[in-house]
């Protein structure tokens, strides 16, 4: 599909259309025929990367680094993500073996390239130190397939994708262009099916999601706010969400999204319904008449529904392909696992995956006469947010996630592991990894959130990021599981070279602030409730317009109670931008005296720090 120049959908919109719908009429009559591969089943990966360079931010550099990589790498939407395209190789005993010698050599071969240029790859499925303004348009891959994305998406929405994700803490914020999806990086699985079974195992794949997300969960953190255990799942699926939030009425689908069914009858029914529901982005010149080719004896490449496809982004999505030996086939590409915590914990979570597709017991055959599609999608939302902590609604019984897994699916996948061709050895090798992940509450998610509390309640949000994203990566480099990470020494005094840090990892962003009408009494009480010495004032807009200080309320003693901030505030500030060095931030506090230092984007106030927080920090060093 690389050689297809995409168009807006706009252009060649009838031609592209008529090819869809015979793409769609050769696929349901190649699988009446019987005409895809047999005595074969394949599997595959992808993997998704960002590089981050020393201060652990995302690097745009990783964009210039593709002309010196294997062939098997590729651009991702966000100048800083990376993707590696592994072979496919047969399932049997050795399949996993291959996949992750592959792996290790890719990643082996990245590292080369990328440290002469002071960055390096990290295994995460959202980066703890990302930023808002690492997401603007302009660290968007140049490339026409993204541009043409974004304008058809940005279009079909009408306004700025709107994200509201709420978990431990609340996340807010809109979006010009569909970049929130560049936070986003996985660990994508593919397993090749056979279509007159496919309905089958489409339904298993969905059932057994929820407690496969919970044992894999690895995104709990966003801008520095502890949100849902993976919050991948809610930051794609509103980052290109087109439905207006206007009209409410219509019962509108997401393009992200798990599923409104079980699948009842023909795989094609899937990509029939990803025409029917959602409007064209892309189009494309496409030469091929399929049902000619198949006329002719050919197999064709279903270019125009191959393309349709890739613009809708279920968490298990069928894919069509033809291999090198122009033998048709069928896959389930599994899009909801994210990357890492390592390349280890990566390959178990193939194999329970595998190892449960494989293992499906015959009482689930009829999974969409016995059990409500709703309990499959619920138990998947459950689990994005709880991980291991959710219990699910699970063969007629309300149980704990960790009981099902430990309890039935482990048994199931070690069953499946052996059906393909894995020794005993091979299967407890995987699968242990998995049960004692499982046994001790110990996916990334939850060693992640464990950690990131106990550093960002002494030191806050910005160093807790700093930290966890160093602790992910000398954990992937030394290789070990998850399960076996020691916790971070929050004890320990972070020495941070103010010369090279910005007052952004520091800067602590849980604030009390005030409007500039509320009354000089709700100040006091907030400042001594709240032990405080300092308080923005904001206006309608949420713009900083001053500084109420306790020296402030000192002067101010006689003023009635309910005189309004605005009346006493200070309101001459010197303020600095998240980029600004600490260094010159610490100057500039010593250099006008003042007792804390506001952080500023756009006139709003986006954190604060003050000189108690500096001494807390640097101790003698400030």
Not at 312 to 318: A, D, K, L, T, V
Not at 508 to 520: A, F, G, R, V, W
Request: proline share 5%; hydrophobic share 40%; glycine share 6%.
């Amino acid at each position: 599909m690389g050689d297809l120049a995409v168009r807006p959908a706009t252009e060649n919109r009838a031609a592209y259309l008529q090819n869809l719908i015979k793409d769609v009429q050769a696929l349901e009559r190649m699988i009446k025929e019987d005409r895809f591969e047999k005595g074969h089943q394949r599997i595959g990966a992808e993997q998704e990367l960002c590089m981050v360079d020393a201060a652990r931010h995302p690097s745009s550099l990783a964009f210039s680094l593709l002309p010196d990589l294997p062939k098997d790498f590729t651009f991702e939407i966000g100048q800083f993500n990376l993707e590696a395209n592994l072979s496919p190789f047969e399932l049997n005993g050795s399949a996993l073996q291959k996949t992750e010698a592959q792996l290790r050599y890719l990643l082996a071969q990245l590292k080369e390239v990328a440290a002469p240029q002071g960055i390096q790859h990290i295994l995460t499925g959202i980066l703890p130190t990302i930023k808002r303004h690492h997401l603007d348009l302009e660290h968007m891959t140049p490339l026409q397939r993204f541009d043409v994305l974004n304008q058809g998406l940005t279009q079909l929405r009408g306004g700025a994708f709107e994200i509201n994700i709420h978990g431990a803490d609340e996340l807010t914020t809109s979006m010009p262009s569909v970049m929130y999806e560049a936070a986003n990086t996985s660990w994508q699985l593919h397993l090749q099916l056979d279509p007159r079974s496919f309905s089958e195992a489409y339904n298993w794949a969905q059932y057994i999601a929820a407690p496969v997300l919970a044992v894999t969960a690895n995104s709990p953190l966003l801008f520095g706010r502890e949100l849902w255990h993976e919050t991948r799942i809610a930051l794609f699926q509103q980052s290109i969400d087109t439905r207006r939030s206007a009209n409410q009425i219509r019962d509108r689908h997401n393009r992200v999204n798990f599923g409104r069914g079980w699948l009842d009858d023909s795989p094609v029914q899937l990509f029939q319904d990803n025409i029917t529901r959602f409007p064209l982005i892309l189009t494309g010149d496409i030469q091929e008449d399929a049902l000619a080719t198949l006329d002719a004896g050919g197999t064709p490449q279903l270019k125009a529904l191959r393309l349709h496809n890739g613009t809708i982004y279920s968490w298990n999505r069928p894919c069509y392909g033809v291999g090198d030996d122009e033998q048709a086939h069928l896959r389930l590409e599994n899009r909801y696992i994210p990357a890492g915590p390592t390349v280890k914990d990566q390959m178990a979570n193939f194999a329970f995956w595998i190892g449960l597709m494989k293992g499906m017991p015959p009482r689930y055959l009829n999974l969409h006469e016995s059990v409500p599609f709703q309990h499959a999608k619920s138990n998947f939302y459950r689990a994005a947010r709880s991980s291991l902590h959710a219990s699910l609604g699970w063969n007629g019984k309300h149980r704990p996630v960790r009981r099902i897994i430990l309890e039935e699916l482990l048994p199931l996948a070690a069953e499946g592991l052996q059906k393909s061709g894995f020794s005993d050895e091979q299967s407890r090798y995987y699968l242990s990894t998995i049960e004692r992940r499982v046994s001790a509450y110990a996916n990334g998610a939850c060693w992640t959130i464990k950690n990131f509390r106990n550093i960002a309640e002494r030191f806050g949000a910005g160093v807790a990021v700093r930290e966890v994203t160093d602790a992910m990566i000398q954990g992937q480099e030394a290789d070990i599981p998850i399960h076996d990470w020691p916790d971070i020494d929050a004890g320990q005094v972070y020495v941070v070279k103010k010369e090279a840090t910005t007052i952004g990892r520091v800067m602590k962003t849980d604030l009390y602030t005030l409007h500039e009408q509320e009354p000089i009494g709700l100040a006091k009480a907030i400042m001594e409730w709240k032990e405080v010495r300092h308080l923005p004032i904001e206006d309608d807009h949420g713009n900083l317009k001053g500084l109420v200080t306790r020296t402030n309320i000192e002067a101010a003693a006689s003023r009635d109670d309910h005189d309004p901030v605005s009346d006493i505030m200070t309101k001459t500030l010197i303020t600095v931008s998240q980029q600004t060095p600490l260094e010159e931030a610490a100057q500039l506090m010593k250099q006008h005296k003042i007792g804390c230092m506001p952080i500023v984007r756009e006139e709003q106030i986006i954190g604060l720090l003050t000189d108690s927080d500096f001494r807390e920090l640097f101790g003698n060093q400030w």
